[in-house]
């Protein structure tokens, strides 16, 4: 099904490092780590309350140097180096693909390691001791304050040109630890498989979209996709 050739395009979702040991959204109660989503994870709860949401992204960001990259994550470097064309989006914070290996990869929903001032919007990787403890941190251009940059709910998720395009080029579209609830994201699948890409799908749990899928594959990522990017490529 999967040749060099193909035109690839994955999208990645919290399961994928959930093997990591990084906890996926809903699986727990709607709770993220004790808090609720609009707590942390919006624009009005950082105008509420930005020194509970700026500690919160703290942890997340420290919690970065605790875990690995697992099987799964490597399997998805290997099937790049593989194919000609090949997209990975992933919604993940996190930066176990591109520790992995991956190189084309699209971090739609933002990256735990980057912060963005609130004033002039640059973007700066922070990831030194200085940048992670429990003070605000202020731009180095312009010292307005630094937020996460992090895609909240009721903001717009990154590069969607950039995704569009390779969703309506692809031949192939394959989704992986991802639950389906979170818009836009849960639409890739449908879009690309009306314009005629075959679509796989693994997951723990059926997701959501699970209808949309040509194959679907029930089970862990970092068990599964070994043995299907092994099968990919070598025939
Ligand atoms: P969810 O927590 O909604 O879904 C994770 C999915 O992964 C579930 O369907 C699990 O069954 C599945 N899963 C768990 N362990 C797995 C494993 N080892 N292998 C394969 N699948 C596994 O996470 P997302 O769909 O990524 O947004 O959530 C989407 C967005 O909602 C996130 O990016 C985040 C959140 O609010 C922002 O932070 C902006």
Redesign the pocket.
């Known amino acids: 099904m999967i040749v060099k050739e193909s035109r690839v395009v994955i999208l990645t ?4 490092s ?2 990591s040991g990084i906890r ?4 727990f109660d709607g709770l993220w780590e004790n808090h609720r ?1 609009e707590e942390v ?1 919006t624009p009005e709860g950082w105008e509420a309350n930005p020194q509970l949401v700026w500690g919160f992204y703290q942890q997340r960001r420290r919690q970065l140097f605790d875990v690995e990259p697992n099987s799964g994550h490597r399997a998805l470097a290997d099937l790049e180096e593989y194919l000609d064309n090949f997209l990975l989006i992933t ?3 996190d930066d176990l693909h591109e520790r992995a290996g991956s190189k084309n990869l699209i971090h739609m ?1 933002g990256e735990l390691s980057k912060l963005r001032c609130e004033s002039c919007a640059s973007v700066e990787e922070m990831m030194e001791d200085e940048h992670l403890g429990e003070n605000f941190l202020t731009c180095k251009r312009c010292e307005g304050r630094m937020r996460p940059h ?4 009721g903001e717009m998720p990154m590069r969607m040109d950039e995704i569009q395009e390779a969703l309506l080029e692809c031949d192939v579209f394959i989704a ?7 818009y836009p ?1 849960n639409g890739f699948l449908h879009t690309a498989r009306r314009l005629g890409a075959h679509t796989i799908g ?4 059926p ?1 959501e979209n699970v209808v949309f899928f040509d194959e679907f594959f029930q089970g ?3 068990e599964i996709l070994p043995l299907l990017v092994d099968r990919w490529t070598n025939g």
């Open positions: 979702g919290a399961g994928i959930a093997e996926t959204f809903r699986d989503i994870a919604q993940n914070v929903h992090i895609v909240w709910f992986i630890g991802t639950s389906g609830h979170v994201a693994i997951n723990l749990d997701p862990k990522a970092g």
